[in-house]
């Protein structure tokens, strides 16, 4: 109801509802604490009497997001159009300039993890998470991993690798070393992994 009418007072919600204003109150604060929706002032017409002004809830950006869109279909048809205009190179070349922004702040983010690409991976699994990765870093006897939980981009990159061979160079470049992908969430994994070998000692 918020979607489709873009805001709405409790007791309208109420009333169209057939639940008690408590019922929808309670279910207002559960969406607030989330952050799904958010009440503001409800604009009135003419002068306002007494009393306090009506609160009207307003769905978030965050709330929106929780219905369906068409992103991905839309950015599968302009990859298609690039390929078709320009040729698979074209498609590299954007997919590397995607991931270029996300190289510069995670280098960023990295500025005081040292030389050691397992402590260089644990500082970018951080700087993966807090732009949406859900990634971690672990050490194992043959090297160390770097997981990614998410993928914003999967189900465009099941169809164009060239943006997980992108971030695959961009994980080798801040890491330092050569890296492995074993598994993407684009290719159905359940968990983008990527290898890093150990460095030997010269």
Same mark, same amino acid.
């Given at each position: 109801? $918020? &979607?489709?009418?873009?805001?709405?007072?409790?007791?309208?919600?109420?009333?169209?509802?057939?639940?008690?204003?408590?019922?929808?109150?309670? !279910?207002? /604060?559960?969406? $607030?604490?989330?952050? +799904?929706?958010? *009440?503001?002032?409800?604009?009135?017409?003419?002068? @306002?009497? @007494?009393?306090?002004?009506?609160?009207? =809830?307003?769905?978030?950006?965050?709330?929106?997001?929780? =219905?369906?869109?068409?992103?991905?279909?839309? #950015?599968?048809?302009?990859?298609?159009?690039?390929?078709?205009?320009?040729?698979?190179?074209?498609?590299?070349?954007?997919? +590397?300039?995607?991931?270029?922004?996300?190289?510069? @702040?995670?280098? *960023?983010?990295? #500025? /005081?993890?040292?030389?050691?690409? &397992?402590?260089?991976?644990?500082?970018?699994?951080?700087?993966?998470?807090?732009?949406?990765?859900?990634?971690?870093?672990?050490?194992?006897?043959?090297?160390?991993? &770097?997981? %990614? !939980?998410?993928?914003?981009?999967?189900?465009?990159?099941?169809? =164009?690798? %060239? $943006?997980?061979?992108?971030?695959?160079?961009?994980? *080798? @470049?801040? &890491?330092?070393?050569?890296?492995?992908? $074993?598994?993407?969430?684009?290719?159905?994994?359940?968990?983008?992994?990527? !290898?890093?070998?150990?460095?030997?000692?010269?």
């Amino acid at each position: 109801m $918020l &979607l489709e009418d873009g805001g709405a007072t409790a007791t309208h919600l109420s009333e169209r509802l057939g639940l008690t204003p408590a019922a929808v109150r309670r !279910h207002l /604060d559960a969406l $607030l604490a989330e952050g +799904a929706v958010e *009440s503001r002032e409800k604009p009135g017409r003419g002068p @306002r009497g @007494r009393g306090r002004p009506a609160k009207e =809830f307003v769905l978030t950006d965050a709330g929106r997001q929780t =219905f369906p869109h068409m992103y991905d279909d839309l #950015a599968a048809e302009v990859l298609r159009f690039l390929a078709r205009l320009h040729g698979q190179d074209a498609v590299a070349t954007f997919a +590397a300039e995607r991931v270029r922004v996300l190289e510069e @702040r995670c280098r *960023s983010a990295m #500025a /005081d993890a040292g030389d050691d690409p &397992l402590a260089r991976a644990e500082a970018l699994a951080g700087a993966l998470s807090a732009e949406g990765y859900a990634a971690s870093a672990s050490a194992l006897a043959g090297g160390g991993q &770097l997981c %990614q !939980h998410h993928c914003p981009v999967a189900q465009v990159a099941a169809e =164009f690798p %060239q $943006l997980c061979e992108a971030e695959t160079a961009v994980i *080798s @470049r801040l &890491l330092g070393s050569h890296v492995q992908r $074993l598994a993407t969430i684009a290719h159905g994994d359940g968990v983008c992994t990527t !290898h890093i070998p150990v460095r030997k000692a010269v």
